[in-house]
């Protein structure tokens, strides 16, 4: 996961660091843009110190597209410093590009786990083919998989790991187990934990029930059913047809 493509590296010995008018770069196009939220206050600050230290990476020509650094573009933006430092790469694939934005972003620990879960799901809307996308996030296709469930998740899922409350991991066996997001955070289950708390649901609700429906004198009537949650409708419905056998006989 830490090594560039061989074409990119290429590209790289014959395009060292340049300085780029932020005129020159196509600040709307956020094909291969992962973070969620742009939030650059405080990157602004570091820029304003210590000047950018981080080039940003374009590919194609003038108008450049953004692969990496958007928030750093962003930040000089916002302080009208007009250029930035980049490295271009003339020619470079969609997959090549997306592997640079990836490893960048997970190796400065600046893309969070709901952005690299919605990253994959973007390629997979683009007709990516589920082992062409590991090869891009460097993670097996089986995990691919579940990630791609997980980027489905309701919204409180989503957000909980968008803030780092739970892990991929958590959040898949949350959807998968159907266990209560809540219990998850305020127990603080792991993933072994939310497998136990399914199983000791799924047997509950497998325990057999009797009900207790009349008593008169010596006469008992009672419904056993080998489930252990019944709905109304479905009491009625057993009644009737012991009124109908009874009719019948």
Not at 111 to 137: A, F, G, H, W, Y
Not at 152 to 160: Q, S
Not at 216 to 234: D, H, M, P
Request: proline share 4%; charged share 30%.
């Amino acid at each position: 996961m830490g090594q560039l493509p061989e074409s990119s590296k290429a590209s790289n010995d014959a395009n060292s660091i340049q300085i780029v008018p932020i005129a020159d770069i196509n600040l709307k196009d956020d094909t291969f843009k992962s973070r969620i939220n742009l939030y650059v206050e405080d990157l602004k600050e570091s820029i304003k110190k210590e000047g950018q230290k981080i080039p940003v990476i374009l590919r194609g020509n003038r108008p450049y597209q953004i692969v990496s650094g958007f928030r750093r573009i962003r930040a000089i933006k916002d302080l009208n410093l007009g250029t930035v430092k980049a490295i271009i790469y003339p020619e470079l694939s969609d997959v090549e590009a997306y592997k640079i934005s990836m490893i960048e972003n997970i190796q400065r620990q600046s893309i969070t786990p709901l952005e690299i879960v919605l990253t994959c799901k973007r390629l997979k809307d683009q007709n990516m083919r589920t082992l062409e996308i590991s090869e891009i996030v460097g993670k097996d296709p089986r995990t691919i998989q579940r990630y791609l469930k997980v980027a489905d998740a309701p919204e409180d899922v989503k957000k909980a790991l968008h803030e780092n409350r739970i892990t991929i991991s958590q959040a898949y066996e949350i959807i998968s187990k159907k266990v209560k997001l809540e219990d998850v955070i305020n127990k603080g289950l792991s993933v072994r934990g939310i497998t136990n708390v399914a199983k000791g649901a799924k047997n509950r609700r497998k325990k057999p029930i009797k009900l207790k429906l009349f008593k008169s004198g010596n006469f008992n009537l009672s419904i056993r059913y080998k489930k252990g949650q019944v709905e109304k409708e479905e009491v009625i419905e057993v009644l009737n047809r012991v009124l109908m056998h009874l009719k019948k006989t």
